[in-house]
């Protein structure tokens, strides 16, 4: 337990020690996070299916027994076939995501990389690398990467990186749109009705399925895939305008255009402050329906960056504060360890690889859920890879 809050807790004391700002420095905590979040052994939830997946592959009938989007099982193939150990090749290709996600995250929040360091591990770090939807994290890291070509305008390069994250994750399709307006100067009154209009009108689940259906409906595969998500999302999300996460959310949103101007004066601000919009936008969405909460991972780099550099425009006392405040949040989002068997106990696979020890899939399978302290708490998986 005490892993978890270190790894965001270090970030915030760095924000104040000078020393910290070194590059070595840096690259000594970025390192040990990365032991620490992609080298998790028995935690997590999906990597038993994949797992099971990559063991029984049979050279002589590919896909078979296999109904996802192609691009990952294609990915597998050479590892598999070159014998590698299963955790080896997962590990291998958390460890990719991770430094893809961590330096665009970097190197947007530039000289704010702690408070949003900080932020990120909580809130979205654990759940990627560590309860680890694998797919979605592949297709997010390939999605940020296809973000230069945004910027540099070069639509083949941008859409062709795009399809290629699809076929891991079809939610990659979100970051379609995103080309025509990304790295535009939007209107704030525009943002501002567009927001209104959809929290007010998709507070309604059913009137936000029905809209969705009419759109994609036509497309056999989609058509079942958002039937699939509807069904298992969780309903009492539909219907509340007013949450906690909703107030906390709507003052980022309200910060955000209110010190529009300046952001778009900064390196990369238009991309940053027109994701971090993006992701508010879809948050309201995702509390009506979760599914939508694999979009947002597709902009929160951008979010994170964005509440980041809200902190220039503070007087020094009050920078402290809205750091603490930023440190509080991500304290709640940390609180998602206890509600499930995912994250405690804590395993690493480097201490078994030092052993020499590799316990059988059936023990680490069960290992988390009958030893977690948090097992009776835990509800049956809703975000599992679809």
């Known amino acids: 337990m005490a892993l978890y809050y270190l790894s965001f807790c270090s970030a915030y004391a760095f924000i104040f020690i000078k020393q910290a700002n070194k590059p070595a420095w840096l690259r000594i905590y970025v390192v040990l996070l990365c032991l620490f979040l992609c080298f998790g052994y028995m935690t997590g939830t999906d990597w038993r299916v994949y797992e099971d997946i990559y063991t029984h592959i049979n050279f002589n009938n ?3 027994n296999y109904f996802q989007e192609p691009g990952y099982y294609i990915y597998m193939l050479p590892f598999r076939f070159l014998n590698i ?5 997962f590990i291998f290709t958390k460890v990719l995501c991770y430094i893809t996600i961590v330096c665009k995250l970097i190197t947007y929040s530039e000289r704010f990389k702690y408070i949003g360091l900080m932020y990120f591990i909580p809130c979205y770090g654990f759940y990627l690398f560590i309860d680890n939807p694998m797919r979605n994290l592949i297709a997010v890291s390939i999605a940020l990467y296809a973000v230069r070509f945004l910027v540099e305008r070069k639509p083949i390069h941008y859409f062709i990186i795009v399809i290629i994250a699809m076929t891991f994750h079809t939610s ?16 704030t009154k525009k943002i501002i009705i567009l927001y209104i209009a959809i929290n007010v009108l998709f507070a309604n689940r059913a009137l936000l399925a029905l809209i969705i259906s009419n759109v994609f409906g036509s497309i056999p595969y989609v058509a079942g895939k958002i039937s699939s998500y509807i069904e298992s999302s969780n309903t009492e999300g539909g219907g509340r305008v007013i949450s906690l996460g909703f107030i906390i959310f709507f003052t980022f949103f309200i910060l955000l255009c209110f010190y529009k101007s300046q952001i778009y004066k900064m390196k990369n601000g238009k991309i940053i402050w027109n994701g ?12 009506t329906i979760e599914v939508f909460m694999r979009f947002q991972l597709y902009y929160m780099i951008f979010f994170v960056a964005g509440i980041s550099y809200l902190t220039v425009f503070f007087t020094e006392r009050s920078k402290k504060i809205y ?18 068997w995912r994250y405690l106990p804590y395993t690493n696979y480097l201490t078994y690889a030092v052993k020499g020890e590799f316990p059988s899939y059936s023990f680490r399978s069960a290992y988390n859920p009958n030893n977690s302290p948090y097992k009776s708490k835990n509800k049956e998986n809703k975000n599992n890879e679809k």
């Open 85 to 89: 150990d299963f955790f080896v090749f």
């Open 323 to 340: 750091i603490s405040y930023l440190l509080g949040l991500s304290v709640i989002g940390s609180n998602q360890i206890f509600s499930t």
């Open 62 to 64: 590919l896909f078979y």
């Open 276 to 287: 971090a919009i993006t992701f508010l936008i879809l948050y309201r969405l995702a509390t």
């Open 172 to 187: 990659a399709c979100i970051m379609i749109p995103a080309y025509f307006y990304m790295n535009k100067d939007l209107s």
